[in-house]
Protein backbone atom coordinates (compact mmCIF):
# COMPACT_ATOMS: atom_id res chain seq x y z
CA UNK A 1 0.00 0.00 0.00
CA UNK A 2 1.06 3.48 -0.49
CA UNK A 3 0.00 6.93 0.41
CA UNK A 4 0.05 10.20 -1.06
CA UNK A 5 -0.90 13.71 0.63
CA UNK A 6 -1.56 16.84 -1.24
CA UNK A 7 -2.94 20.08 -0.03
CA UNK A 8 -0.74 21.97 2.16
CA UNK A 9 0.76 25.04 2.03
CA UNK A 10 0.90 28.97 3.55
CA UNK A 11 -2.38 30.31 4.78
CA UNK A 12 -2.68 33.18 7.29
CA UNK A 13 -3.96 33.14 10.85
CA UNK A 14 -7.55 31.88 11.23
CA UNK A 15 -7.90 30.63 7.56
CA UNK A 16 -8.74 27.22 6.40
CA UNK A 17 -6.83 24.42 4.83
CA UNK A 18 -7.75 21.10 3.24
CA UNK A 19 -5.27 18.00 3.11
CA UNK A 20 -5.61 14.81 1.29
CA UNK A 21 -4.17 11.82 1.48
CA UNK A 22 -5.16 8.82 -1.32
CA UNK A 23 -4.34 5.25 -0.69
CA UNK A 24 -3.37 2.90 -2.94
CA UNK A 25 -2.80 -0.72 -3.39
CA UNK A 26 -5.49 -1.87 -0.63
CA UNK A 27 -8.98 -0.95 0.40
CA UNK A 28 -9.75 1.89 2.45
CA UNK A 29 -12.40 -0.02 4.53
CA UNK A 30 -9.64 -2.23 5.89
CA UNK A 31 -7.72 0.35 7.29
CA UNK A 32 -7.69 2.37 10.35
CA UNK A 33 -6.43 5.93 8.84
CA UNK A 34 -4.78 8.65 10.86
CA UNK A 35 -3.05 12.54 10.41
CA UNK A 36 0.52 13.31 12.29
CA UNK A 37 2.16 16.10 12.46
CA UNK A 38 5.97 16.90 13.16
CA UNK A 39 7.07 20.82 13.60
CA UNK A 40 10.52 21.86 13.73
CA UNK A 41 12.52 19.79 15.98
CA UNK A 42 9.62 18.25 17.66
CA UNK A 43 8.17 14.91 18.02
CA UNK A 44 5.71 13.57 15.32
CA UNK A 45 2.09 14.18 17.39
CA UNK A 46 -0.85 12.94 16.58
CA UNK A 47 -3.37 14.84 14.80
CA UNK A 48 -6.82 13.03 14.26
CA UNK A 49 -7.82 9.02 12.82
CA UNK A 50 -10.73 7.55 11.56
CA UNK A 51 -11.80 3.78 11.08
CA UNK A 52 -12.41 2.78 7.36
CA UNK A 53 -15.44 0.27 8.82
CA UNK A 54 -17.60 2.22 10.75
CA UNK A 55 -16.32 6.30 10.68
CA UNK A 56 -15.61 6.18 14.10
CA UNK A 57 -13.00 9.30 14.76
CA UNK A 58 -10.72 11.33 17.81
CA UNK A 59 -8.89 14.04 17.70
CA UNK A 60 -6.19 15.23 19.86
CA UNK A 61 -7.66 18.26 22.49
CA UNK A 62 -5.34 20.77 20.21
CA UNK A 63 -7.16 21.00 17.21
CA UNK A 64 -10.61 19.28 18.47
CA UNK A 65 -13.30 21.80 17.12
CA UNK A 66 -11.37 23.50 14.66
CA UNK A 67 -10.31 20.12 12.09
CA UNK A 68 -12.84 17.63 10.58
CA UNK A 69 -11.22 14.14 9.26
CA UNK A 70 -13.57 12.70 6.19
CA UNK A 71 -13.16 9.41 4.25
CA UNK A 72 -14.82 8.53 0.99
CA UNK A 73 -13.81 4.83 0.74
CA UNK A 74 -15.06 4.85 -2.86
CA UNK A 75 -12.37 7.37 -3.61
CA UNK A 76 -9.86 5.48 -1.25
CA UNK A 77 -9.21 8.74 0.26
CA UNK A 78 -9.09 10.95 3.49
CA UNK A 79 -9.35 14.21 4.01
CA UNK A 80 -8.01 16.50 6.94
CA UNK A 81 -10.40 20.11 7.09
CA UNK A 82 -8.49 22.57 8.94
CA UNK A 83 -10.43 25.23 9.85
CA UNK A 84 -9.62 28.67 12.34
CA UNK A 85 -5.48 27.67 12.04
CA UNK A 86 -3.19 28.96 14.23
CA UNK A 87 0.56 29.32 13.78
CA UNK A 88 1.37 26.52 16.14
CA UNK A 89 -0.83 24.76 13.42
CA UNK A 90 2.26 24.85 11.33
CA UNK A 91 4.32 21.46 10.58
CA UNK A 92 5.12 18.92 8.10
CA UNK A 93 1.37 17.14 8.52
CA UNK A 94 1.62 13.26 7.17
CA UNK A 95 -1.10 10.62 6.32
CA UNK A 96 -0.81 7.00 7.95
CA UNK A 97 -2.50 4.26 7.62
CA UNK A 98 -2.96 0.37 9.41
CA UNK A 99 -4.59 -2.18 8.08
CA UNK A 100 -7.43 -4.11 10.28
CA UNK A 101 -5.81 -1.75 13.19
CA UNK A 102 -7.93 0.02 15.98
CA UNK A 103 -8.54 3.27 16.22
CA UNK A 104 -5.80 4.95 17.55
CA UNK A 105 -3.41 7.55 18.36
CA UNK A 106 -0.36 5.63 18.65
CA UNK A 107 1.95 6.44 16.05
CA UNK A 108 3.84 3.18 16.43
CA UNK A 109 0.20 1.10 15.19
CA UNK A 110 0.69 2.56 12.04
CA UNK A 111 2.26 0.67 9.27
CA UNK A 112 2.37 3.01 6.15
CA UNK A 113 3.18 6.87 5.86
CA UNK A 114 2.76 9.45 3.22
CA UNK A 115 5.98 11.61 2.40
CA UNK A 116 4.49 14.31 4.30
CA UNK A 117 3.19 17.80 3.03
CA UNK A 118 3.89 20.96 5.00
CA UNK A 119 1.57 23.58 6.13
CA UNK A 120 2.17 26.87 7.64
CA UNK A 121 0.41 29.50 8.87
CA UNK A 122 0.94 32.75 9.31
CA UNK A 123 0.50 35.44 12.06
Known amino acids: AQLVESGGGLVQAGGSLRLSCTLS????????MGWFRQGPGTARDFVAA????????IYSNAVKGRFTILKDNTKNMVTLQMNSLKPEDTATYYC?????????????????WGQGTQVIVSS
Open 96 to 112: AGAEWGALTSRLDEYGT
Open 25 to 32: GRPLSHHV
Open 50 to 57: ISGVDGDT
